[in-house]
């Protein structure tokens, strides 16, 4: 196809295709799908190699925020049944981080739920990443506390902070359908205000909003505009008890040509699949990894990831290699540039504030009749009994698991 030979000799040149090219990766056919899976995979293993990078969340406060966005469990208002606690002590976010970099993490994005962070919270967090590098050498820490006064991501810097996360999450012009309690300029804003402090900067979006090929268009140019070292790409996942909880829009296919089209836009840069990917990519997963160079190991901030061990199998299984703490994660030209003090600076492994949260643990290994999987049951009515495949866009409310261990429960984490 000569779309697909145009956008990868754009990639390896680092040029930006057009947003007609954008939009017609995102309108390719079932038919086309794994030659532009194989495209993009130019591009990933020109820059990146085969190598993943692994990082690992830790919710430092969960739930209780006065935010209204829509797409997140803990929401103002928000009827999930997600845990809730206030701030971990230094201590006890330093061994959930412990426990991440033991399972194979390189980076640990520190969350907290909250419009942004007061002076005192960038105290306590000042303190925790202060905790985390004393006991974890070598570790590269993202924090991601929402909205940044005025000097706020210097302070977060001098502590060691290496990058800082927030997400533009949708289209600014669709903006104002998901929050109403901030703006998406307020949203740049922190983005411009992490660059400017020297911390390597972290954006990405959520796909299946109900957002339109062109939105998602418009925020993946505006990302590359912003010029953050790392895109997380979250999809959605409708937690029960919030609006969006009727949003199952996704299928393992649309999610494949998503990350290809931000891997084309931003083809130097550390594209993450974040929240999502158990229960939006399910048996698919192995083949987003020839999109992006990045994960999250184990679980999410209020929802279950598939287990840590199965994160490391499926790399291992796909050809891929997990990245080490001697490997630079970003190209040279990138990284020579890059704000953070970490051996790559490359970015915030960190997912969203917000939506990093989703995941699900069921998804993994699910070998069940139900699964993806399996179709042939279905159509050969060899097995009378045998349940059908859903269909792929069909809601998997199944697969979405809230967090019940790990930071801030009394059970060991996910690693
Ligand atoms: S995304 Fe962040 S700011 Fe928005 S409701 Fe969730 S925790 Fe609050």
Request: hydrophobic fraction near 35%; include cysteine.
């Amino acid at each position: 196809m000569d779309l697909l030979n145009t956008l990868v000799d754009k990639g390896l040149r680092r040029e930006l295709p057009t947003r007609e090219e954008a939009l017609a990766v995102l309108a390719t056919s079932d038919d086309d799908l794994l030659d532009v899976v194989a495209a993009a995979g130019k591009v990933r293993r020109h820059w990146f190699g085969r190598r993943v990078k692994l990082n690992y969340l830790v919710n430092l406060k969960s739930g209780l925020c006065p935010e209204d966005c829509s797409y997140c469990s803990q929401r103002l208002g928000s009827q999930a049944g997600i845990l809730k606690y206030t701030w971990l002590k230094p201590d006890e976010a330093s061994e959930a981080a412990a426990a991440g970099l033991a399972g194979g993490a390189k980076r640990v994005c520190l969350v907290a739920s909250g419009r942004g962070p007061t002076d005192r919270d960038v105290d306590r967090v000042s303190e925790t990443i202060k905790t985390i590098k004393d006991q974890n050498e070598g570790v590269e820490v993202c924090a991601c506390l929402g909205l940044l006064s005025d000097g706020q991501a210097e302070r977060l810097r001098e502590a060691g902070a290496d990058a800082y996360n927030h997400n533009l999450n949708t289209s600014e012009s669709t903006y104002g359908e998901i929050t109403t309690t901030h703006t998406y300029a307020d949203r740049v804003d922190t983005v411009q205000k992490a660059h400017a402090a020297g911390l390597s900067a972290c954006s990405g979006l959520i796909a299946g909003m109900g957002e339109s090929d062109e939105d998602l268009v418009d925020v993946v140019y505006s990302l590359r505009e912003l010029d953050p070292d790392s895109v997380p790409v979250n999809f959605l996942i409708p937690f029960e008890g919030t609006p969006l909880a009727k949003e199952w829009n996704l299928t393992p296919q649309r999610c494949l040509r998503i990350l290809a089209m931000v891997r084309f836009v931003c083809p130097d840069v550390e594209v993450r699949i974040a929240g999502g990917r158990e229960v939006h990519l399910r048996t698919m997963q192995p083949l987003a990894l020839h999109l992006a160079n990045s994960i999250f190991l184990g679980d999410y901030l209020t929802s279950e990831g598939q287990a840590g061990k199965a994160d490391l199998e499926m790399i291992a299984d796909a050809g891929f290699e997990v990245e080490g703490t001697d490997q630079v994660t970003l190209p040279e030209h990138r990284a020579a540039t890059a704000g953070g003090g970490c051996g790559s600076h490359e970015s915030a492994g960190c997912g969203s504030h917000e939506s990093a949260g989703c995941g699900s643990h069921e998804s993994a290994g699910c070998g069940s009749h139900e699964s993806a999987g399996c179709g042939s049951h279905a159509e050969g009515g060899v097995c009378g009994t045998a349940a059908a495949a859903a269909p792929a866009n069909e809601p998997r409310t199944d697969l979405v698991a809230v967090r019940r261990r790990g930071a801030g429960t009394d059970l060991a984490p996910n690693a």
